[in-house]
């Protein structure tokens, strides 16, 4: 996890939490999800569904999965970073008084289907 310098924290979960981080190497901006779960094994890691699925998918619509790490027993995932998914557009139209406009709903439904 040297390689990456946290910057805030994304978001909470109940599997875990999502930070904002950097890539010291080359200063690529990534979002870390790592898991509140433990690991004692490299094979237990590589044996949960939601891994082995994000490992398979290669699509525009899906955010990619860059690297996979386990410091000491904490698995953590690493991730293309995006600045606002479904639920934080949906928040601030919300916020706004606004709703989503019809292209808006119909291009998140093309993209989830």
């Not at 949960?48 to 904490?74: D, G």
């Not at 808006?104 to 289907?113: D, P």
Request: glycine share 4%.
């Amino acid at each position: 996890m040297e390689k990456y310098k946290i910057i805030e924290v994304s978001g909470k979960g109940s599997f875990g939490e999502v930070f904002k981080a950097v890539n010291r190497e080359n200063g690529e901006i990534v979002a870390i999800k790592t898991m509140k779960e433990k690991f004692s094994t490299w094979e237990e890691c590589m044996n949960l569904r939601e891994l082995k699925s994000l490992r398979k998918l290669q699509h525009k619509n899906v955010v990619k999965l860059k690297e996979v790490l386990r410091v000491q027993s904490t698995l953590s995932f690493v991730f293309e970073h995006v600045d606002q998914d479904i639920y934080k557009l949906y928040e601030n139209h919300k916020k706004e008084g606004t709703r989503l406009s019809e292209p808006e709903v119909r291009s998140i439904f093309y993209q989830l289907a």
